[in-house]
């Protein structure tokens, strides 16, 4: 069969882009009730099966819930919360009701999360108990008529409804919401790299696409143990580790547990994990890990996603673990579109510092950096998607958003431009470059620096603040700020780790600055734009 047919894209695309597509049936419902669908592993590495009947009944408990709250289709739902059985039952949940998810990172701080609150027009607020604490700050985080559910808590919290309670049933039943393939599941924010961080909204009939690379760029196979280990609060996480394995019916592995080498090699041991995918720091955290690769792991399929692999972990992983890690590309806005790919009849040999060909479903191009034509082989110019042969495109614009829908695409509008920068080689391989736009990519999480240098402004001693990436062997690149002092300040590593904590405090305890550099002015261009390209040429080239 042509791997590559318009057939075999309509048949994948049948059952979700449809006017009556329910997201509680295509993502539960229509899955044997017997087969599991996650496995939850405690850091103990104890662990629960929850199998899709299971998943069904408590799904439908808390949609009927929610619907007794006023809830209903079209409201925007926030989860803050960890991986658990629980996080399951909630997302279920809100999709069964035909609401929209906004995922939010649990290291995020209380002005992100107020941001996206705000932007996303939440109702209602899902959270930890052991993250409740970050909606204490204000109006903007409870206010108005923004329903607040606590996960976990004693239930004693004024002003909060308890989660347990909820679920101890006793509401009128609700049908599954009959949204379509163009109703909206989930609403992300990106990185904020030029400004505040635009919503992007995923649409039903995406649930095509992100099984799709499920299958041609994983190889997920019905006997796979296969484990995602992004979080679920970004893109990839969400997409793969969440919904393509539901949509598919296949098991996926959830670990409730933050990262250590030492967990995650016991993890894949334990549980015998065949399929494996998680960003290079990931890989680059388990190579260094003095204890090694147990013994006996049953890995076949070993892929990498979020920020350019690096061929030092390329040639570890065919030593050690006797599989060569395969890189992929994509974006928020659009799933995963060129890859390394795994499935038979698209494997082909991987190339140290490529990210692979386009995957089935997408057409690609690099267009020159100054024109819409299309650059000539080896000629680093602007990764594009060709949104008129791509049947599996779905992102459609950010939302209130429409000067920056249109920089994502050429004025004909055939074209969406990644913001990426690289080349095309003789045999159809892409290379990726750089970013045209200033995103940083530390351990697979995509910052923008534009929300950390509004935190690092609001500090008396900043005058001006503009933070870029620096290389990193463990975590590809790191946070670097370079500060402006107000008139009389001087930079001590008081100040510094100061700033480093206002960071963690009003942003997210993961986007802080490695280091701050004190300068005395930025470099800029006549109309006064900060060019941050330089610094990052900067941090590059010197000591």
Not at 65 to 92: N, P, Y
Not at 137 to 159: F, H, K, Y
Not at 200 to 227: K, N, S
Request: proline share 6%; hydrophobic share 45%; glycine share 10%.
């Amino acid at each position: 069969m042509d791997l590559r047919s318009d057939d075999r894209t309509e048949r994948l695309l049948a059952p979700y882009d449809r006017p009556d597509a329910s997201a509680a049936e295509l993502l539960c419902d229509r899955h044997p009730a017997e087969r599991v669908a996650l496995t939850v592993v405690d850091a103990d590495l104890g662990s629960q099966d929850l199998t899709f009947g299971e998943l069904r009944a408590r799904s439908e408990t808390f949609a009927a819930a929610l619907a007794a709250q006023g809830i209903g289709q079209g409201d925007a739902v926030a989860v803050l919360m960890g991986k658990s059985a629980d996080l399951a039952t909630v997302l279920l949940g809100i999709w069964r009701l035909g609401a929209v998810h906004i995922p939010l990172f649990t290291a995020f701080a209380s002005p992100a999360i107020a941001l996206r609150l705000r932007a996303g027009g939440a109702t209602a607020v899902v959270v930890d108990a052991d993250q409740a604490h970050k909606l204490d700050s204000g109006e903007d985080l409870t206010g108005g008529a923004r329903t607040v559910i606590e996960v976990g808590g004693t239930g004693a919290n004024p002003g909060r409804l308890a989660f347990e309670d909820l679920m101890g049933g006793g509401h009128p039943p609700v049908d599954p919401a009959r949204i379509g393939g163009d109703g909206t599941l989930v609403e992300l924010f990106t990185s904020g790299t030029t400004g505040r961080p635009k919503g992007v909204r995923l649409p039903v009939r995406a649930l095509a696409a992100l099984e799709g690379y499920l299958v041609d760029g994983l190889d997920v196979r019905p006997d796979d143990v296969y484990w995602d280990a992004a979080d679920p609060g970004w893109a990839y996480g969400l997409y793969y580790a969440v919904l393509a394995p539901l949509a598919m019916g296949r098991r996926s592995i959830w670990l409730a547990a933050g990262f250590s080498a030492s967990t995650t090699w016991q993890v894949l041991d334990r549980f015998g994990v065949t399929n494996f995918a998680a960003a290079p720091t990931i890989y680059r955290a388990l190579r260094t890990d003095p204890l090694g690769a147990p013994e006996g792991l049953r890995l076949r399929r070993v892929s990498s996603a979020g920020e350019p692999l690096t061929p030092d972990v390329i040639e570890w992983s065919e030593r050690v673990l006797g599989l060569t890690v395969r890189d992929h590309y994509g974006q928020t806005e659009l799933g995963m579109v060129i890859a390394n790919a795994w499935r038979d009849g698209l494997r082909a040999k991987v190339l140290p510092g490529s990210m692979g060909r386009p995957l089935p479903g997408y057409a690609t191009a690099v267009l020159r950096l100054e024109s819409d034509e299309l650059a000539p082989a080896g000629e680093v110019g602007r990764v594009a998607l060709d949104t008129s042969a791509s049947p599996l495109f779905w992102f459609a614009g950010y939302p209130g958003a429409p000067e920056r829908t249109a920089e994502r695409f050429t004025a004909d509008g055939r074209w969406y431009l990644t913001g990426d920068s690289g080349y095309r080689d003789e045999d159809g391989r892409y290379f990726f470059s750089s970013r045209d736009d200033d995103v940083i990519i530390m351990a697979g999480y995509r910052i923008g620096p534009f929300d950390v240098e509004s935190v690092l402004v609001t500090h008396a001693a900043v005058a001006e603040a503009a933070v870029v990436a620096a290389p990193d062997a463990l975590r590809g690149e790191v946070l670097v700020a370079h500060v402006v002092l107000a008139a009389g300040r001087e930079g001590t590593p008081e100040l510094e780790a100061e700033l480093q904590r206002l960071v963690k405090e009003r942003f997210a305890a993961h986007a802080y600055p490695r280091s701050v550099r004190w300068v005395s002015e930025l470099p800029k261009t006549p109309s006064g734009k900060v060019q941050r390209f330089r610094l990052r040429e900067r941090e590059r080239t010197e000591p």
